[in-house]
């Protein structure tokens, strides 16, 4: 497609022919030597590149693109076309699907996609083709003899499928963060289970077992008065009496 023809585009065009569209008004055309609706299909020999050299053959199309394509015989007196290419070959998958324009049969669509290597050993990629051509009735039956030309035209749409691992945004931090919290609660409960019946308050004190009691809630001001007024008149020589604590000491701790 040469700057003219791009001139000539209505601003804002888009190229999202049916598959129809693509024979009607292109591939018949283009067999028939009539001109397009729009000159931006080019000619391309498209077997003689890779796929990802094809985006480079078009100034037309950025996500699927499209030629005009002739196709040459596999074997001299065969009817299968040739699709090997420079690394690799276009293998067929699927079913054929019959275009219709009405009720009357006008081409047909075939699916391949793009494998790297030699058949029947190779390695599948993202490239997909869709080939578009005429019924059989359109075709020419004039031949030379010993022609390795099978159809003088096709029409191939060309596009890179997607391909988004299903693992690839999973996250795996909340499990772990998890897995961590669950092992710090188990041995907080670990901890009070082995805590035994009897403790004196002074040795409650100094391991901070009361922490959270004495740091939060109205427990920290009625226990500091209790103790302001406690010491009063205490002798520091008497030794601290032990205190009945049960496993539960967090609910009743309020008492003391």
């Known amino acids: ?15 999202h022919p049916t598959d129809e569209e693509l024979i ?6 283009q067999a028939t030597s009539k001109p397009c609706p729009a000159s931006i299909i080019p000619e391309v020999d ?6 990802w050299e094809l985006p480079d053959k078009t100034e037309f199309g950025e996500n699927e693109w499209y030629f005009f394509s002739p196709r040459d015989r596999k074997y001299p007196n ?10 690799g070959y276009w293998k067929a998958t699927g079913t054929d699907k019959a275009i219709y324009s009405g009720s009357k049969l006008v081409g047909v669509k075939k699916s391949l996609v793009f494998y790297k290597g030699r058949p029947p050993k190779g390695d599948k990629t993202d490239w997909i ?12 039956v004039n ?30 931090h ?7 919290l669950i092992a710090e609660n188990n041995d907080e409960q670990k901890m009070m289970m082995n ?5 004196s308050l002074t040795y409650l004190l100094d391991m901070n077992y009361l922490g959270p009691i004495l740091s939060d809630g109205p427990y920290c001001s009625t226990f500091d008065f209790q103790m302001s007024n406690a010491n009063i008149g205490i002798d520091p020589l008497v030794k601290s009496q032990p205190v009945e604590m049960a496993n539960n000491y967090v609910a009743d701790s309020g008492k003391y």
């Open 195 to 199: 805590l035994p019946r009897t403790w």
């Open 1 to 15: 497609m040469d700057a003219t023809t791009s001139s000539e585009l209505p601003p804002g065009f888009r190229f």
């Open 78 to 87: 065969g009817v299968r076309p040739n699709r090997a290419t420079v690394s």
């Open 24 to 29: 009607v008004y292109y591939l018949c055309n």
């Open 129 to 140: 083709m869709h080939e578009y051509r005429l019924a059989e009735s359109k075709q020419s």
């Open 143 to 172: 031949r030379k003899i010993g022609s390795m030309r099978l159809d003088d035209w096709v029409l191939c749409r060309i596009y890179k499928k997607k391909n988004i691992g299903k693992t690839e945004h999973k996250e795996t």
């Open 174 to 180: 909340p499990k772990v963060q998890m897995t961590d």
């Open 46 to 51: 498209l077997y003689k590149f890779d796929p």
